[in-house]
Every structure is written in C-alpha cells, then in structure tokens.
C-alpha cells in the first residue's frame, strides 16, 4: 500500500499531472512489486517562489522538485530501492527538464504495524495470509 508524494515548482497541466500518476504507479509496482490498485500518487504544485536552495530562491537552479515513498519497512531490497529511485530521476527528468542536483526522493520504511488501510494494519494483514490455509 505505497503511499507517494511529488511536490513539484511550476504549475503542471492536468494532462502532466496524470501522466506522472500513471507513470509512477507502474515504476512502483513493476520494481517494487507493489500492487497498483493500492497505490496512492499525490502530485503537488508549490509555487516556485516557495522554494529555496543553500538559502536562494531555487528557480535560479532549475524547477525544483521532491519525492517522497512510503512502503512497508523490510520489502524490498537495497539493490531495487536504488533501481527504484535512479528510474524515477530519470523519469522528472525526462518530463520536466533541467532539475536541481538537490532535488530528493526519499523512500520512508514504515514499520508494518504502525500503517495500513481497509481498517486494518499491514501486520494484521500478512498474519491473516500466513494463515490461509495452502490450496493447489
């Protein structure tokens, strides 16, 4: 149940926005192994003038941006994790242009009882599976 926040410095056209919806959700779900009918993508505008790198207005180094993924502490690997972040570099980049080098994405590993949806935690869900009985 991936939960990702873009805030981006520019205004962006509806047409972008769900582009980059769309695009996201299949990057989380094809290299993190997400389910995408559970992934949540927010996508911000904030004003240009509200962003500021090494204390100076930002627009000066290019439309700033930053990401920010929450997933289930321990599912996925270092190695897809930074497979992960180098394809959603690639892909602001490739939609938006010049970026600051100090743009981030932030992956944040939740521990599986403190997040969930449906009314029930992640932890409750994996013992629910793990108590399926086995068919086949």
Request: proline letters at 5%.
């Amino acid at each position: 149940m991936p939960y990702f926040n873009l805030a981006i410095g520019q205004s962006v056209e509806p047409e972008t926005r769900a582009f980059l919806a769309r695009s996201i959700t299949t990057l989380i779900a094809e290299m993190l192994g997400k389910r995408a009918e559970v992934t949540a993508v927010r996508v911000d505008d904030i004003p240009a003038a509200q962003w500021f790198i090494a204390g100076e207005p930002a627009a000066a180094h290019g439309m700033p941006l930053h990401a920010t993924l929450f997933i289930t502490a321990g599912t996925n690997t270092t190695a897809e994790k930074a497979a992960f972040i180098a394809d959603l570099d690639r892909l602001l980049r490739d939609t938006f242009g010049v970026v600051p080098e100090a743009s981030y994405i932030v992956i944040h590993e939740v521990a599986a009882d403190d997040w969930g949806y449906g009314g029930q935690t992640q932890a409750a869900r994996r013992l629910a599976r793990s108590l399926q009985p086995m068919t086949g």
